[in-house]
């Protein structure tokens, strides 16, 4: 097949060696992806942390195709449509209790942004305006967006952007190889870290600090995964301030883990919750705020003809969304798909993740759930150049991994079998064999 690929300017991609050497996607179903000549690939990675029940699942396909046909959009500012409200009621069946509001974005990013406003928002509808400053930590990602990449500690994602928002700060990134590497699960050392918020609150003030916002499992800045007691200390200090906490579940959230939500998983329950991607299974873009009764409630005073927050996007709760995703929960429920990241499969996952020790520039392997993280040691000089010819590697033997800088991040489809999970580490083994 030719095809002109000049004219699109992709997303995240080393856009010249891809038109050099292209990785094209045709047809997928299942666990695996097909390229055009006819080629499987099996989909180690859930497309991108989202097609969490596998792909082209009948029932949201079905639910999709009936959607477009009876109602294509639906304005919603001032104006309603049915899916939306069953959506939001089955979505809050599944969340930690209190969480039980939601507010519908188009992404993860706007779903970051519009949990940083509410945030801010919220404490100004409560006569505590001066609460304006937002916390993130360092190597998290929240989204590329002006707020996302503020309180994000991605250095590539940040330095090319000019000085980003004003009045945010970050407390430190929990990842210690010193102490921590090839832990199980979460690592037993670093709990402490939750208390460099203190050290923030001892320099701003709380009263000047809207809200702290974290990834209970950082994924795309190679799978960091909380120490214990870290969030729950987290979530100690916040409430001793009065400073809400934000868990940004875009890869967490829907089963990743092996419980609906890593909140859940965690037993730390946020005032505020992002999510995305498997919100819809990856089918039609959406993604949502989940928040706390209180920080709804907050808003809902004064005349009632007025709007109560003003926020919300064209495609808020788009008909097709809303269809895909209650598809998609149908499916995750007739399938246990959001428990079954845990017990026996999650065990036999991280055995296999493991045994990958000992091999060729492994420096670190990381699991919790069905995620993965494979940490290499970089070549001199060219950080991610290492991690990057092992996917080129497993494309070429037909397996589709994701790499952030020098780290192997794997997030397979809940579906996955054994045979799967043997094919895509042992595929990574022989990879990792043959590098540089
Ligand atoms: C934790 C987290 N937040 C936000 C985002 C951004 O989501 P989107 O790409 O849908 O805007 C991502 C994407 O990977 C993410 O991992």
Not at 22 to 40: C, I, N
Not at 101 to 128: P, Q
Not at 172 to 183: C, V
Not at 347 to 362: E, I, M, Q, R
């Amino acid at each position: 097949m030719h095809q002109d690929l000049d004219a699109y300017w992709m997303p995240f991609t080393a856009n010249r060696q891809f038109k050099k050497s292209p990785r094209l996607l045709a047809r997928a179903e299942g666990m695996h992806f097909w390229t055009p000549e006819g080629r499987q690939i099996l989909d180690g990675i859930a497309g991108l942390w989202c097609v969490n029940a596998g792909h082209a699942r009948p029932r949201i396909v079905e639910a999709i195709q009936r959607q477009a046909a009876e109602l294509d959009y639906a304005p919603p500012f001032q104006m309603g449509h049915p899916q939306a409200f069953e959506l939001a009621e089955r979505l809050v069946k599944l969340t930690p209790p209190g969480l039980n509001k939601v507010f519908y974005t188009n992404s993860g990013s706007e779903a970051v942004e519009t949990a940083l406003k509410m945030a801010i928002a919220y404490h100004r509808v409560r006569g505590e305006g001066q609460r304006t400053r937002l916390i993130g930590r360092e190597r998290g990602y929240h989204g590329v967006n002006f707020g996302g990449v503020s309180v994000g500690g991605m250095v590539a994602n940040r330095k090319m952007f000019g000085a980003l928002l004003a009045g945010v700060d970050h407390i430190r990134h929990t990842h210690d190889l010193q102490r921590n590497a090839f832990s199980r699960g979460q690592p037993a050392y670093g709990a402490e870290l939750a208390d460099d918020l203190e050290r923030l609150i001892a320099l701003h003030d709380a009263s000047t600090i809207a809200a702290v916002i974290v990834e209970p499992v950082a994924g795309s800045t190679g799978v960091l995964i909380p120490p214990q007691g870290y969030l729950q200390r987290l979530r100690e200090i916040c409430d001793k301030h009065g400073i809400l906490l934000i868990f940004d579940e875009v890869i967490t959230g829907f089963g990743r883990l092996g419980a609906p939500f890593a909140a859940s998983h965690f037993g730390v329950t946020p005032d505020l919750m992002t999510v995305a991607k498997g919100i819809t299974n990856g089918c039609v873009p959406m993604g949502a705020v989940f928040a706390q009764q209180a920080v709804h409630d907050a808003f809902m005073n004064g005349p009632e003809h007025l709007i109560e927050f003003f926020h919300g996007y064209t495609y808020s709760a788009h008909p097709l969304a809303c269809a895909a995703a209650l598809g998609t929960l149908d499916t995750y429920e007739a399938e246990g798909l959001l428990t079954r990241g845990q017990g026996e499969l999650a065990a036999y996952f991280a055995d296999a993740v493991h045994s990958l020790k000992g091999l060729p520039h492994v420096i670190d392997v990381r699991n919790i759930g069905l995620v993965g993280g494979i940490e290499l040691a970089p070549l001199p000089g060219e950080p991610g150049k290492r991690a990057f010819s092992i996917f080129l590697d497993c494309w070429e033997s037909g397996v589709l991994i994701r790499t952030t800088g020098d780290t192997i991040a794997l997030s397979p489809p809940l579906i996955i079998e054994k045979q799967h999970i043997d094919r895509l580490v042992g595929t990574i083994g022989e990879a990792l064999k043959r590098a540089a």
